[in-house]
């Protein structure tokens, strides 16, 4: 595992703020995260919220969830999450 720092997008739920989760082409749920923000800026756009994590804690995360695993500097996403991570 890495310990480089990734940038994960997140959305606010009112109350806290969670990871975005995402579908591969196959329909299976994936995290993404991003070497930079300014890659995550050209895939899911500027006012995309994001945070900083290194890749145990995005792990940590999502582990116990139905989650294939973490797909970094994706090309595109299918833009619609799928579930949160409290």
Do not use: N
């Not at 990734?6 to 703020?17: A, E």
């Not at 975005?20 to 749920?29: D, E, I, Q």
């Not at 695993?69 to 991570?85: E, K, L, Q, S």
């Amino acid at each position: 595992m890495s310990s480089v720092p990734l940038f994960v997008p997140i959305r606010g739920t009112g109350c806290s703020d969670t990871l975005c989760l995402f579908r591969t082409a196959s329909g299976k749920r994936t995290a993404v995260a991003f070497s930079s923000p300014v890659k995550l800026a050209k895939v899911l756009g500027p006012g995309q919220r994001w945070v900083r994590l290194s890749e145990p804690a995005v792990r940590q995360m999502i582990a116990g969830l139905d989650v294939t695993g973490i797909v970094i500097d994706p090309a595109g996403t299918t833009r619609r999450p799928t579930g949160r991570v409290a």
